[in-house]
């Protein structure tokens, strides 16, 4: 670990995040808002929003986001855990004025916890608050379960760019800490509500695979240098 | 070896789709034709004596790897042994690519990665000669490639590359090694028979399921427009042609080529960007139209040869997570429920008593294609004809204004 820490401060972190949502969440809108920062369809120059790439700067941090979106159809659903194997991150989208959508979201949550425990990070969107009057799942409902499962919650709108930047901002600022392996409790205030039980194995597993300094070196010494 | 090799030339040129029963024939061959052909060959280029090793890095290796290690070549002569069958071209190829690469650099950084790669490919060889499991023989190969990054990351004659060319250089160590040791890592003798069997039965299996089509899998792509037809033919024929290349990078730049395709095919049917719910259901329904040939040994190879950093992040990931995504939907989903059809009708089409309408023939089929063009040369024909009346008419009137 030592060597990790004084190569940390200029390192530039890769972090693959899982997009979930159903059909019509609007969960495409969302990440082509976040990539793009485009709404309309026939402005979007990308032919796909299925793998997106972005680089960002948290706390002077260069952090490049691999947005994995995953198939959300019913049918597909047995093929969850392929996907989001290796994730640092999850970005669980509904939409508030449709219930099923919010339960599907709430499967995926017991899902991801039972196979990956706590080594992800949650995030949770309630998306088209722009049609705020047809919403069916309450703001109450919603936070309450996000804190309930520690995931951080927000309500946005992809159309009228609402909480987007600040939804990815948020988990990016999480998976640094839980790879650098700091108390990942924000600073910021009580927005959040961030449940993170013991991160050591995954935080040596990450820096292993992200960085090469696999504990095998030890083990080989015919590839010692 | 004369008849061997002019069999494997005539393999090689072989397209891949007919290539199916050819390439197991292949394999067969290649395992009785291993024991024959020397591991030595594989370096044996040039006899220039390894002009200075430093003894570290001698005194730390492994004796029984000192006879392969002594005869370093020069890195920048690439001349072709005549001794070497014609199906190695493709390495002869690689290792004179390898090789100008590395005259850019120092003669540390050559010595370092000749010597490092050249044991590793022996200590593979030798590994999967003893008949060591394929998974530790691989877990060998990937912790090669972790401790590798990390010494060029960090040692500091490595620091006169760029980032870039620290990139290439472990693409090329990739490749050289994988292509080298090719028949030990694919589908390695310990399996093979295992590996046979997977694949034909994923083959069957895909066979008979032939018969899916887009509206049973709620795919939007529009098949009457010529452009997505090409697309998908192209995306087919990138995905058939993954088992020819032997790299895991070709293979994974193959299933990236497929996935390009379908992605395009996508967005042109839908006018608008794909998304994983469109993309995931329309590779599924191209890999059952494709049915790859030894669709299964290939995912576990690149699975176990391509460096972990490749797969876990990056586009090619991407689409190799979808791609194992897709077979495993295959083999264990796709089913009438899945399909929203009532169980009779399913089996009916599995077994081939029925044909669903709709099918792939409808659009795919040849002469309907010729029917399609010629349809198209009449239109353009009656276009072109009332053109000419019109402009005809147009001089007719023109002539008469002069007159």
Redesign the interface.
């Known amino acids: 670990m030592g ?1 990790n820490s004084v190569a940390s401060s200029s390192r530039a972190f ?1 972090f ?1 995040v899982v ?1 979930l949502g159903e ?1 019509g969440t609007g ?2 809108s969302l990440v ?1 808002r976040f990539v793009e920062d485009k709404f309309n ?1 026939r402005h ?1 120059t ?6 997106l ?1 972005k680089k960002i700067n948290v706390g002077g941090r260069r952090i ?1 986001l ?1 947005i ?6 019913e ?2 659903h ?2 969850g855990p ?2 989001y ?2 994730a640092n991150g999850a970005i669980l989208v509904y939409d508030i004025t449709d219930k099923d959508s919010f339960q599907k979201v709430k499967n995926w949550v017991k899902e991801l916890k039972k196979m990956l425990g706590n080594d992800i990070c949650l995030s949770i969107a309630g998306n088209k608050t722009d049609i705020d009057r047809q919403r069916t799942v309450t703001p109450e409902e919603a936070e309450h379960y996000a804190a309930l499962v520690g995931a951080t919650n927000f309500f946005t709108s992809a159309k009228n760019n609402v909480n987007i930047e600040e939804l990815f901002l948020d988990l990016s600022e999480r998976m640094v800490a839980a790879s650098e392996g700091e108390d990942p409790q924000p600073s910021t205030g009580s927005r959040r509500n961030v449940v993170v039980v013991d991160q050591e194995n995954r935080i040596s597993e990450l820096n ?7 504990s ?2 030890e083990r ?6 | 070896m004369k008849l061997l090799s002019s069999f494997r030339s005539f393999d090689s040129i072989s397209s891949p789709i007919s290539g199916g029963f050819a390439k197991f024939e292949e394999k067969k061959k290649q395992q009785t034709d291993r024991k024959s052909k020397s591991f030595r060959y594989v370096f044996r280029k040039s006899p220039t004596p390894s002009p200075s090793k430093s003894p570290e ?1 001698s005194a ?3 004796t029984s790897l000192n006879d392969v290690t002594s005869s370093t070549p020069a890195p920048s002569s690439p001349s072709t042994p005549s001794f070497r069958p014609k199906g190695d071209a493709e390495f002869e190829q690689l290792r004179y690519e390898f090789n100008a690469f590395l005259q850019n650099f120092s003669i540390q950084i050559r010595k ?1 990665v000749t010597f ?1 790669v050249k ?2 490919e022996a ?1 593979l060889k030798k590994q999967s000669d003893e008949g060591v499991r394929i998974d530790d023989v691989t877990d ?1 190969l990937q ?2 490639y ?2 590798f ?3 060029v ?3 500091p004659f490595y620091q006169s590359m760029s980032q870039e060319d620290k990139e290439s250089l472990m693409n090329f160590i990739e490749k050289y090694l994988t292509i080298s040791l090719y028949k030990e890592l694919f589908s390695p003798i310990s399996t093979a028979s295992e590996d046979e069997i997977k694949d034909l039965t994923l083959q069957n299996r895909i066979r008979q399921l032939n018969w899916i089509n887009c509206q049973h899998l ?1 795919i939007i792509l529009n098949e009457r427009e010529k452009q997505v037809r090409d697309l998908i033919y192209g995306a087919i024929n990138s995905i058939i042609e993954m088992d020819s290349v032997k790299a895991p990078q070709d293979k994974l730049q193959c299933i990236t080529q497929c996935s390009n395709n379908i ?2 095919a ?2 042109k049917s839908k ?11 329309a590779l599924i329904y191209i890999v059952i139209k494709a049915n790859p040939t030894r669709l299964q040994s290939n995912i576990n190879y690149i699975n176990r040869c391509s460096n ?2 490749r797969l ?4 090619a990931g ?2 190799f ?2 791609l ?2 897709a077979v ?2 295959i083999q ?2 796709l089913n009438a429920e ?2 929203n059809m009532p169980e009779k009708e399913f089996q009916d089409y599995v077994s081939g008593r029925a044909v669903p309408l709709g099918s792939w023939e409808m659009h795919f089929s040849e002469s309907l294609h010729a029917l399609q063009e010629m349809t198209n040369a009449v239109d353009e024909l009656e276009h072109r004809s009332q053109e000419f009346l019109k402009n005809a008419e147009h001089l007719k009137q023109k002539m008469k204004h002069k007159q």
Request: a negative charge; aromatic letters at 12%.
């Open positions: 060597t890769n693959k997009l059909g969960k495409t082509l369809e979007i990308t032919l796909q929003a299925s793998f790439q490049q691999a994995w979106d995953t198939a959300g159809q049918r597909f047995a093929l392929i996907y194997r290796d292993q695979r992200s960085w090469g300094l696999d095998t070196i080989k010494p015919e590839l010692l240098f | 890095l730390r290796h492994n370092d490092k044991s590793c200590e060998f912790d090669f972790t401790n990054k990390k010494k990351d960090f040692l709620d992605l395009r996508l967005s006018d608008a960007p794909a998304s994983a719910d469109d993309f995931l259901p972990a950093n876990m992040s990056g586009e991407y689409f997570t979808n194992c995504c495993t939907f264990n989903n899945s399909l």
